[in-house]
């Protein structure tokens, strides 16, 4: 949904945003002006949530970090708004289904008390041409419900396709509100959701929930050097690794830029670090090609952090220790994993 400023407001929160542009060094574009704008005017909890993670690990924004910024927040109100309007096409089609209904109801009505007289006059026939005229207006009546009701059924057939296709595209905008476009796999906000909810699960049954944050190591110089169609076709082979590696409940998602994350539901930070490892050890092992010319790029590695829940906390808690986690992997050398235990015996020396 779209929200309107007053004049002043809207200054207020262009000036700020331009500040912050001017700040982090982020290209005037309108795209990202967008994005800072919207931070600004701090409607949108997550969108803010995302950027101050960012700001308090002292990220680059780059460019691609402001698009997936915009692409996971700023522009699901367009999605949404998509997604209501399907919803009333649909209750449209229900309401004229329900409309065919009732007008069939009321034929049928009529129908039976025509055929009840009918009858009755036909019983009651004094005479050879009584009795015909009441079967004439029988036959007469009942052709009459046979069209109706022939004509109920074409447009009880239209409408239930109708719904159909509107209900197939409702569940395709959905699927596509909570997939990331590039890669495949769910997308920030449907990270966000289910992060929420394994947490709520968590709580009520007493499960373990882990949390990985995974972050592709030197991306941007990878970038810098061979080009973003390189860079992408990178990004869609971790999102394809990680997607065969959430298994049993698991869910992958690419949490913005080259990060990635992986919820892991009823483990523990074993389990979670074995994930990991596969996952580390998988990226390692692939070499980047070219496939048009067979030019080789490579390898490339990821480092991954881990955390664990802890019942009755924020979940922007957990999400700030796997983040810890994972730059203190990065600091560590790269291409490794580290948990939330070992940064914490690390700080605590």
């Known amino acids: 949904m779209e929200h309107v400023d007053g004049p002043s407001q809207a200054k207020e929160y262009a000036d700020t945003a331009l500040q912050l542009m001017l700040r982090y060094e982020i290209p005037a574009t309108p795209a990202n002006f967008e994005v800072w704008y919207t931070y600004a005017s701090g409607r949108d909890t997550e969108l803010n949530e995302a950027l101050d993670l960012l700001i308090t690990n002292n990220q680059p924004f780059t460019q691609d970090q402001n698009l997936a910024v915009a692409q996971q927040h700023v522009r699901t109100a367009d999605t949404s708004d998509t997604v209501h309007e399907t919803s009333l096409k649909i209750e449209e089609s229900v309401n004229t289904v329900l409309g065919f209904v009732s007008e069939a109801n009321d034929g049928a009505v009529s129908y039976g008390e025509s055929l009840e007289s009918n009858l009755g006059a036909m019983a009651n026939a004094e005479n050879l041409e009584s009795l015909r005229r009441a079967v004439e207006t029988l036959v007469s009546d009942t052709k009459g419900m046979t069209a109706q009701n022939s004509l109920l059924k074409g447009r009880l057939e239209e409408s239930s396709k109708e719904i159909q296709s509107l209900r197939e595209h409702l569940e395709s905008v959905q699927k596509e509100a909570m997939t990331d476009g590039l890669t495949g796999i769910a997308n920030r906000k449907f990270f966000d959701t289910s992060l929420r909810q394994e947490a709520t699960n968590a709580m009520e049954t007493g499960s373990e929930l882990c949390l990985l944050l995974g972050d592709i190591d030197h991306f941007k110089k990878f970038n810098d050097n061979y080009g973003h169609q390189v860079g992408d076709q990178v990004l869609k082979l971790v999102g394809m690794i990680l997607k065969d590696s959430a298994k049993d409940g ?4 690419r949490y913005g830029g080259e990060e990635f994350a992986i919820i892991v539901p009823q483990s523990d930070l074993d389990k979670a670090q074995e994930i990991a490892e596969s996952v580390r050890m998988t990226v390692a ?3 980047i090609r070219k496939r048009s010319t067979g030019e080789d790029f490579g390898n490339i590695t990821m480092s991954i952090g881990i955390s664990k829940f802890k019942p009755g906390e924020p979940v922007v808690d957990l999400i700030q220790r796997a983040d810890e986690s994972l730059y203190f992997a990065k600091n560590a050398g790269r291409n490794r994993i580290a ?11």
């Open 250 to 253: 698991a869910i992958a998602a």
């Open 285 to 287: 092992s692939k070499r």
């Open 339 to 349: 948990t939330e235990q070992e940064l914490a015996a690390a700080t605590s020396d």
